[in-house]
């Protein structure tokens, strides 16, 4: 194993200055869960250093503020399962952490790093999507706000600059009509990797019309999207099981779409419609 440099942080402008001193060779490490099993894999090149920011405190915490639902990026996936204000402002995010792994994974891996590895089987991904959430990034240079839907490149890889840090995920919440579900397949129930996932939010009027809703696959494309087709066949619509099972094909049909057709897609094509039928209806029967 090459060796490298292990550099301890205790502030965002010291773990900048790291990776400024270390251009393009620096890994940075929060909870380890993946960065750790990577460097293990045969033939993957070590960095030049380890910049460590898991002791950064301001990166941590769950909060309301002016309005915003903030998350720190070294939020762990147990904190956002268990958070009471994620839990009543956005529900299927925390079911999503909730799902994520084994309790030892939940209590080290963190919803920044999560998002910063950028497999497609992120669980936390596609309800971050459908909120609208943004993130924040900063470097020496200052502070870069975007969109977390436009903010992946590929799978793996995502548009952060190698001398930035992610500093802070954010969002509106939801209207209190709102309604989320986030569903998940894997190939068994615990310690699971998504094959296939899906968040819904759905809102609607008094008299039950659909007024808004957004549904994001995961697992499903290259890089999280809304799947806006199937989101208009919803819209001024009533809940019925002939409508769900309709946009659940219509979510398939973007997926085969965007992938084309290959040796998954017989058994992921039914699949992810089923999954988006049952999230619909787990959130119109709340």
């Known amino acids: 194993m090459r060796p490298f440099d292990y550099i301890g942080c205790e502030s965002v402008e010291a773990a900048c200055t790291a990776l400024d001193t270390y251009p393009g060779d620096a890994r940075i490490l929060a909870g380890g869960t993946d960065l750790l099993l990577e460097l293990r894999r045969p033939g ?7 910049v460590d920011i898991s002791r950064i405190h301001s990166l941590r915490g769950i909060a309301l503020l002016h309005g915003m639902v903030r998350i720190g990026p070294l939020a762990t996936h147990a904190e956002i399962a268990r958070s009471v204000l994620l839990r009543r402002q956005a529900g299927f995010l925390a079911a999503a952490a909730g799902a994520i792994g084994s309790p030892q994974i939940r209590n080290r891996g963190t919803i920044g790093g999560n998002i910063m590895n950028a497999a497609t089987c992120a669980d936390t991904v596609p309800p971050l999507v459908a909120l609208g959430a943004r993130v924040t990034l900063r470097s020496r240079g200052g502070d870069r706000d975007t969109e977390i839907a436009g903010f992946f490149e590929r799978p793996y890889k995502t548009l952060a600059r190698e001398n930035e840090i992610l500093v802070s995920i954010s969002f509106s919440p ?3 009509t709102a309604r989320t579900a986030f569903v998940k397949l894997g190939r068994r129930h615990a ?4 094959r296939l996932s899906v968040a819904v939010m759905i809102i609607q009027d008094q008299r039950g019309s659909i007024t808004e809703a957004r549904i994001v696959p995961g697992a499903a494309l290259p890089v999280w999207k809304r799947a806006t087709e199937a989101e208009s066949m919803l819209l001024g619509e009533r809940p019925s099981a002939n409508l769900f099972t309709a946009v659940g094909r219509k979510v398939s049909d973007i997926m085969i779409g965007a992938t084309g057709r290959r040796w998954s897609t017989e058994y992921k094509e039914p699949v992810l419609a089923v999954l988006v039928r049952r999230a619909l209806e787990a959130c119109c029967t709340q």
């Open 174 to 176: 939801p209207p209190p």
């Open 44 to 50: 993957v090149p070590m960095p030049g250093a380890i």
């Open 191 to 194: 310690l699971s990797i998504a």
